[in-house]
């Protein structure tokens, strides 16, 4: 095989595809617009959700190809061994509508073997073994048109696995939408099978998965019956970490060409710390791994265009605070010094900036992030530290030698300090630590303030999609009313949509005053009570800037773009969905204005009944 680097395998992938008449369209922002179901785009086909069910057509047309910035966290605390990461790009080609099997699998065959290098005797792959009963209700067949496929292309049986909805079916895990059977192909490494039932996706290491083709034909529906489609798609993934990973033979991903300059700075920031701790070889290689990883998808969260997550405590910004604090708490493990989280920044910065402009236009933003986050975490633990102290000093006084639950639910709730790190003092200080009894404190703790929450939730009993739309257009005229109030350089700086509210982030210096609120409200609801036509068209990014378009600074367009205009009161580039009148919207009403970052404010506005 070929030793590709990351640039060149994205630019072969792209040329490749465009080669088969698909179109090269941008990726997607990784915080989702208008999507409550997910915190990050999880995979190139979130973005692409409406134009698979066939909702609306795509302005590039039906074959499209691209690289999607994906996070994934759900596996957090995995990160650190040979392979999880929480931050991957995806290669994807995309049929809607237009071809399906047959050119998909035998594509991608042609790009393993022909471009990448591959031998076809390396490749393994999986399909859908099917399930339930011909005639019953829930029957899904077997996918052996895929199985005839791969055969033809030369690949015999005892390489091509049929496996249960486990593992070859795809679509939005929990919810509603596309989805439907897959072929997984696996690189055979060569190495000794782990037992009798080795197969592809068995994690032994002998078998590494690197594309997916799904062939969506199903969707699932509230209900969480799968229904057909009605049209036949197909989503291709293919990990750009590992599929460098494994062209080059390193033995994992962290030891590729796309971590390197990652991972020297990290070692380099280590050997400048004054006190580089003795650590057991496989503790530092685990930090070391666990910073570059988190590090890598904080920034590309902080400096995504839309600008809409910060660390912070529910949701994505928690997620993320999250992901910076492990970062900070494995630093000062192995004698980084603060103030590191703003070098790394800057390093994968420097690596990436040519392929996602975002990470060079915002990382001044970012790094103010990183460095308030970084310093607030380690004032907590210097205090966690103390407190733990005191504790084990008590214990040790009364000749006791274990920390209660109790007490370290008590360090972790009312002083931030990390469980984790509780136990890894004590176990230094030859003391245990009662884990059951912490998470019998942990587990009260949430049942309770998921009961005095519970009034919150009434907003769901809506119809979530459509409040998600109209919110959509109450955001256009909410951008433009502060235009109006306060003048144009009252720039969307980032949005964020639930079923609940609206959020919106723009540039301006301070606080507005309560007559500035007061003003932008009244012209939001004379537009509503207008009843002004919404209205979309199709053009080109120059032209819709031409026209005087909105266009969110820093993100990337397609050649074709769908300009959304409100009357002569608002005319902005977006992929909608938008309400057609603004009546629709009922009223609107700003909740909060509030500080989001240096030079950000944010607003948080209802609209409709809620208002
Ligand atoms: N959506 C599929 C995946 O994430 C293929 O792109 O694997």
């Excluded at 492990?326 to 800057?346: H, N, S, Y």
């Amino acid at each position: 095989m070929k030793n590709l680097t990351a640039d060149e395998l994205r630019d072969t992938y792209l040329k490749f595809f465009e080669s088969k008449g698909h179109k090269i369209i941008p990726g997607a922002s990784v915080i989702p617009e208008n999507d409550p179901t997910v915190l990050f785009t999880t995979a190139g086909m979130h973005p692409l959700v409406p134009y698979l069910m066939g909702a609306m057509e795509h302005p590039a047309g039906t074959r499209l190809t691209d690289v999607q910035k994906c996070v994934r966290t759900g596996d957090i605390d995995e990160v650190g061994d040979a392979a999880h990461l929480t931050f991957f790009e995806m290669l994807g080609n995309w049929s809607l509508n237009d071809y399906f099997k047959k050119e998909a699998i035998s594509w991608s065959f042609e790009f393993l073997t022909q471009h990448l290098g591959f031998k076809p005797e390396q490749l393994n792959v999986t399909v859908f073994r099917g399930e339930g009963q011909e005639g019953e209700a829930g029957y899904i067949p077997a996918d052996e048109e895929a199985v005839a496929i791969w055969k033809s292309l030369g690949i015999p049986d005892e390489r091509i696995f049929r496996l249960p909805r486990e593992d070859n079916w795809w679509g939005p895990a929990g919810t509603t939408g596309p989805c439907g059977p897959d072929t997984e192909m696996f690189i055979d490494t060569g190495k000794e099978k782990c037992g009798p039932d080795c197969r592809p996706g068995c994690h032994c290491g002998k078998y590494i998965e690197i594309w997916n083709d799904v062939f969506m034909q199903y969707n699932k529906n509230e209900d969480g019956k799968f229904v057909p489609l009605g049209r036949h798609n197909v989503d291709t993934g293919m990990g750009v970490e590992r599929t460098i990973c494994m062209m080059s033979g390193a033995p994992t991903v962290y030891d590729t060409e796309i971590f390197a300059p990652i991972m020297k700075a990290i070692d380099d920031l280590r050997a400048a710390g004054s006190s580089a701790p003795e650590l057991a070889p496989e503790d530092l290689l685990k930090a070391r791994r666990v910073i570059a990883d988190h590090m890598r998808t904080a920034t590309f969260i902080l400096c995504d265009p839309k600008g809409a997550v910060k660390p912070g405590n529910v949701g994505a910004n928690y997620v993320l605070r999250r992901l910076i604090r492990r970062a900070v708490r494995f630093a000062r493990m192995i004698g980084i010094q603060p103030g590191f989280t703003v070098k790394l920044a800057e390093v994968i910065c420097e690596k990436y900036k040519h392929v996602y402009p975002e990470l060079k236009a915002n990382l001044e933003t970012c790094k103010l992030d990183l460095e308030a986050e970084e310093k607030r975490f380690n004032a907590t633990l210097d205090k966690g530290e103390a407190m733990y102290q005191k504790v084990a000093e008590q214990l040790k006084a009364h000749g006791q030698s274990q920390i209660s639950g109790k007490t370290a639910f008590k360090l972790y709730d009312t002083f931030g300090f990390p469980f984790e790190m509780t136990c890894e003092m004590a176990a230094k200080d030859g003391l245990t630590v009662d884990k059951e009894g912490f998470d019998e404190a942990n587990r009260k703790h949430q049942e309770l303030s998921r009961t005095t929450s519970a009034g919150s939730f009434k907003a769901g009993l809506q119809d979530n999609s459509a409040v998600v739309t109209r919110m959509h257009t109450a955001t256009h005229l909410l951008h433009a009313a502060l235009h109006k109030v306060l003048g144009p350089t009252a720039n969307q700086k980032g949005s964020n949509i639930t079923a609940e509210r609206l959020r919106f982030d723009f540039s301006w210096p301070e606080k507005m005053t309560e007559e500035q609120k007061a003003a932008v409200e009244k012209l939001v609801n004379e537009w509503i009570e207008q009843g002004i036509e919404v209205t979309k068209k199709m053009t080109t990014v120059e032209e819709a800037k031409a026209e005087g378009a909105m266009a969110l600074f820093g993100a990337k367009y397609g050649d074709q773009v769908s300009l959304y205009s409100i009357g002569d009161i608002s005319k902005e580039i977006c992929c909608g969905p938008h309400v057609t009148n603004t009546k629709e919207l009922g009223s609107f009403k700003i909740k909060k204005e509030e500080s989001s970052s240096a030079g950000v404010r944010r607003i948080k506005a209802v609209i409709g009944n809620l208002a």
